[in-house]
């Protein structure tokens, strides 16, 4: 584009190969962008709005401010700065990257946090992973080695979708929640618990999914308990943060948000309380609206 940058902003994990280049850059300035810093600022600056939000940003995986994965964030903020109000109860991603690539591995480690240690091979799974490599994983996520911790609300939909036996493995990231989504019964009313405030803490919301499939409820019914919970425990979080601290508007964001059953229970719920929520519309809300997000941090900090 015949562009001699002045500044340049990246996101603030520093393996990206983007990060790299553009700290190998001469001559500019360079601002590291937290990912869902990015993914706030970005709905905000296509809405031309100034902020302060409140901002419930759920994705597969995010480079956080403390070296953890981040992925299921309550964030108070604008383009200028934010503050990390919430998340989603963490554990373990066992075998790191591979989680996102098998599913049942994340089911293993919310059972492992939600039951104890070694947690029972679920009857849907078992069709697709051994015994022993069950025990395998749910040591890993015993130890913690090679298993970050995380509060990836997109991990968490790929772990409950696995208990549900929609898919062990994947093709591509995001596959099970959105075949879970895809089998959800839209005039089911129930949902399932999601306590918590700051901390949306899912393990109990697992053991109610467990006592479901095993009293044979099915699975359409499920799914939908599931988003429903996790919709309605969205928006009250949000709604409190927001009341805490004056804010009329809640943005919802992050590829999770492509979830258009989600999407719409979080939304209903806050709308409700006569919150106004901003939405992207223009920009995809998974990571193509990123770099406009990560623009618009960069030039409210010029």
């Not at 999770?256 to 059953?261: K, S």
Request: glycine letters at 12%; one cysteine or more; a negative charge.
């Amino acid at each position: 584009f015949a562009v001699s940058p002045e500044v340049v902003a990246h996101d603030l994990h520093p393996e990206y190969l983007s990060t790299k280049y553009a700290l190998e850059l001469e001559g500019v300035e360079t601002v590291a962008v937290q990912h869902h810093h990015a993914h706030l600022a970005s709905c905000l600056a296509e809405h031309r709005e100034t902020g302060p939000a409140v901002g419930a940003i759920f994705d597969g995986t995010g480079y956080g401010t403390d070296g953890t994965v981040w992925g299921g964030e309550l964030l108070v903020g604008d383009a200028k700065g934010f503050e990390r109000r919430g998340r989603l109860h963490p554990v373990r991603m066992p075998g790191g990257e591979r989680a996102i690539h098998q599913p049942w591995r994340m089911a293993c480690s919310w059972l492992f946090d939600a039951l104890g240690p070694e947690p029972p091979l679920p009857p849907l799974i078992a069709a697709h992973v051994s015994a022993e490599e069950w025990q395998k994983v749910g040591k890993l996520a015993a130890s913690g080695l090679a298993s970050p911790l995380t509060s990836s609300a997109g991990r968490l939909f790929d772990a409950v979708a696995a208990l549900c036996g929609i898919r062990a493995e994947v093709n591509y990231e995001g596959q099970a929640a959105v075949e879970f989504e895809g089998i959800a019964d839209a005039t089911e009313g129930g949902e399932y618990p999601l306590p918590g405030d700051e901390l949306l803490d899912a393990r109990e919301t697992v053991r109610a999914i467990l006592a479901d499939l095993g009293a044979g409820v099915p699975v359409s019914v499920v799914a939908a308990r599931f988003h429903n919970g996790v919709g309605h425990a969205t928006a009250r979080a949000c709604a409190r943060i927001a009341e805490a601290d004056g804010i009329d508007r809640v943005v919802l964001s992050g590829g999770v948000f492509q979830n258009r059953l989600l999407l719409e229970r979080t939304t209903e719920a806050l709308e409700r309380t006569g919150l106004r929520v901003l939405v992207p519309r223009l920009l995809p809300p998974n990571d193509g609206g990123i770099a406009f997000g990560q623009a618009a941090v960069a030039a409210a900090s010029a």
